[in-house]
């Protein structure tokens, strides 16, 4: 099977449509803290909101942004592996933090 020029061309356009629609697909959602795992864990996604008298492992400074589970994706947000799917606030806390080594 040989192909021309303009197939090639048409294969290609729909290429890169299908990959730019796969990436906006895939986009993850913040998580909610209302998010009954993430009750369980105590996220919150402002440090200011963190309940000590429930969670007393909570220190001044441990934030999502410096947690060995976090990824950042942008300045303000990342994944986390206790949270698979959603996104979570760089500025947040959850009782699974854990220092970033180094």
Same mark, same amino acid.
């Given at each position: 099977m040989?192909?021309?020029?303009?197939?090639?061309?048409?294969?290609?356009?729909?290429?890169v449509a299908a990959l730019a629609t796969a990436k906006v697909a #895939?986009? =993850?959602?913040? &998580?909610?803290?209302?998010n009954p795992q993430a009750k369980a864990l105590g996220y919150v996604d402002d440090v200011n909101k963190?309940?000590?008298?429930?969670?007393?492992? #909570?220190? =001044?400074?441990? &934030?999502c942004s410096n947690c060995q589970l976090?990824?950042?994706?942008?300045?303000?947000?990342?994944?986390c592996t206790a949270f698979p799917g959603k996104l979570v606030a760089g500025n947040g806390w959850c009782n699974l933090w854990v220092k970033k080594p180094g």
């Open positions: 040989t192909t021309n020029r303009r197939q090639f061309m048409k294969v290609s356009v729909a290429s #895939y986009a =993850q959602p913040m &998580l909610e803290e209302s963190v309940d000590t008298g429930k969670f007393p492992k #909570y220190k =001044q400074g441990q &934030l976090y990824t950042a994706k942008s300045d303000n947000a990342g994944t």
